[in-house]
């Protein structure tokens, strides 16, 4: 009975990390979850890996999802509620994933304050067609508003792969990274995948994330965690997900 309660415990492989700090869950608003069933059994999936928090980090661009913080407050209580209604045991919270774009320090200089995780954590994206100038300048000025910044999947940037020295720069900025736990089961590709595995070797990767959308991401987490080297780097490395 004990080794059977052992085996069970063990298969929650997320709950190494217990906190997942970006997802797209919030039904309507962005290109996540259509509707509340599926969020719910997208999260019943994340829940049934081990994970007991899950942060809500909806998509805030200029052109494509120019969320408003006020409305996506609403939407995710009406969410937050639905989850108590399902009877899923898990703490729900609210953050953002915003993209680096030509209205992004606009944004930054106005009087909307970002949805930050725990109000310091500011999750942020790039482009995956091109890199931008003035990234470090940018960081710093975050940095100096009192936000820590963590980079959401720098192993998706293709622009990165033959030449990872602003990466190294934002390292030594001080920035987070924070890769998608689909990368290593090759979801994205196999050269996504490799780079998400070097990046952890090299101790870059500080947090990990479902970006849970839709069911096709919710069968490629069970799948990707059922994965032997998935489990073998998940025992081995240390991430920060606990501390938020």
């Known amino acids: 009975m004990l080794f059977g309660l052992f085996a069970r415990k063990e298969n929650k492989i997320l709950s190494r990390i217990g906190v997942d700090v970006h997802s797209h869950l919030i039904p309507g608003i962005d290109d996540g979850a259509k509707d509340y069933e599926i969020s719910l059994l997208c999260i019943r999936e994340i829940v049934k890996q081990g994970v007991k928090k899950i942060y809500v980090t909806p998509h805030f661009q200029t052109r494509r999802f120019n969320n408003d913080e006020d409305d996506v407050r609403l939407r995710f209580e009406e969410l937050k509620a639905k989850v108590a209604d399902a009877k899923i045991d898990v703490d729900m919270q609210l953050a953002g994933e915003y993209l680096i774009d030509d209205g992004f320090r606009a944004r930054m200089e106005s009087d909307k304050k970002f949805l930050a995780i725990n109000d310091k954590y500011l999750l942020v994206e790039f482009s995956f067609n091109q890199s931008m100038m003035g990234m470090e300048e940018l960081f710093f000025d975050l ?68 970006d849970m959308h839709s069911l096709r991401y919710r069968d490629a987490l069970e799948n990707t965690c059922k994965k032997s080297k998935f489990q073998k780097m998940m025992r081995k490395q240390n991430f920060l997900n606990n501390q938020l």
């Open 143 to 210: 940095q100096m508003l009192g936000y820590e910044i963590i980079l959401a999947h720098p192993e998706r940037y293709s622009y990165f792969y033959t030449d990872s020295n602003l990466l190294i720069k934002f390292k030594e900025q001080g920035v987070y990274f924070q890769s998608n736990i689909l990368s290593f089961g090759g979801f994205y590709g196999h050269d996504v995948m490799k780079r998400a595995y070097a990046y952890v070797e090299k101790g870059w990767i500080d947090f990990l994330g479902t």
